[in-house]
């Protein structure tokens, strides 16, 4: 079926025109659902700072920005209506869309259940929409229509709004965790204590690990606490980072600003591991020596695959975990952006999208 004859309709969005640009009201046009489709009214959208670095293109080398971008990938919402081939999901169903919502579904990295690797997979947003043209549209909008396949189920008993940043800031710090075999008897370094950071010291308790939080704030000591840290270590302190040289099997480094991984790798244990998840705009400088000695490894982790976000959601609806926001009606989503760039939240901006 070609662009031209695929039905369509409008829904209310917030948009940027320009990389300079507030996001501001816009009306975008929708497919209506193919056979394999779901079409859900969202009710909150999570606020990510990949949703800041795309509409003001700070990416550009990576992946430039197209506009109008209707950011916003931690979505969830509730089914209004399924194509005629889609048998797991029916009307009410309270649901949840992610970072994917489509890729080839055949190559080995898809047949594996890694559809975050795979090379024609399409992101929520600022991808080729291969139904429509132009790009793709996400989550700060009224409602979407995604493939079945990367529709999430959501616990009914989780709160909806606690539960929308799990479909980024909880599969990028769970799925390191999970795939490196953090467990019981396991020493965890969570690196910062933002968005990503409080979600990879809920998690890396939940698997039983002694937890330890790095951070350059002292005021947030006793807020790693609440959240489940065993320690914290103020990385600014040369006596505190002493404290715990040598001992991790794991850390996690949340850090989106430019900062000294060599000395994090020298927290690790022999064959001890370092994953990045935050994304810094320029290189980190890594010693050899940091690797060599102790035969440390340094790896990064962006997202999971649709099943692993699943487990991770049923994982979380297990455990009562959710992630602490802050609930803004959708016209203060440029006022969020300047907070964001402060670090002003604890620990996630959601938008309310009836406020839409």
Not at 222 to 241: I, K, Q
Not at 288 to 303: E, W, Y
Not at 304 to 315: L, R, S, Y
């Amino acid at each position: 079926m070609s662009a031209t004859t695929i039905p369509t309709f409008e829904a209310r969005a917030y948009a940027a025109s320009s990389p300079t640009s507030s996001l501001e009201p816009l009306t975008i046009t929708r497919r209506a659902p193919l056979a394999q489709d779901v079409q859900i009214e969202i009710l909150y959208c999570g606020v990510c700072h990949s949703d800041l670095h795309t509409v003001r293109d700070e990416w550009h080398s990576v992946m430039p920005a197209q506009y109008p971008a209707v950011p916003g990938h931690e979505i969830v919402g509730r089914v209004t209506a399924v194509g005629s081939a889609v048998t797991g999901f029916q009307q009410g169903d309270l649901v949840a869309v992610g970072c994917l919502v489509d890729s080839d579904q055949s190559c080995p990295h898809c047949q594996a259940g890694r559809e975050q690797h795979c090379a024609e997979q399409v992101l929520t947003y600022n991808s080729p929409d291969k139904h429509l043209g132009g790009v793709t549209l996400g989550g700060y909008s009224a409602s979407v229509v995604v493939d079945q396949h990367f529709v999430l189920r959501v616990p009914a008993h989780l709160d909806p709004a606690g539960a929308a940043p799990l479909l980024c800031a909880g599969i990028t710090t769970y799925s390191p965790l999970r795939h490196f075999g953090v467990t019981k008897g396991h020493k965890v370094g969570v690196v910062g204590l933002g968005g990503l950071g409080h979600m990879g010291v809920k998690f890396a308790k939940a698997f039983g690990a002694e937890v330890v939080v790095f951070t350059t704030s002292p005021h947030k000591r006793d807020d790693a606490r609440r959240l489940g840290a065993d320690d914290v270590v103020v990385s600014t302190s040369a006596e505190d980072m002493a404290r715990h040289a040598g001992t991790f099997d794991f850390i996690l480094d949340c850090v989106s600003a430019k900062h000294d991984v060599n000395a994090l790798l020298w927290q690790l244990k022999p064959d001890g591991k370092m994953t990045l998840v935050g994304a810094p705009e320029q290189p980190l400088e890594v010693s050899a020596f940091s690797l060599l000695v102790g035969r440390r490894s340094l790896s990064g982790s962006n997202i999971g695959g649709i099943a692993e976000t699943q487990e991770m959601v049923d994982f979380c609806g297990a455990h009562g975990i959710t992630s602490d926001v802050e609930v803004i009606p959708v016209q203060q989503v440029n006022d969020a952006y300047e907070r964001l760039l402060r670090s002003d939240v604890k620990y996630r901006f959601v938008l309310d999208m009836s406020t839409l």
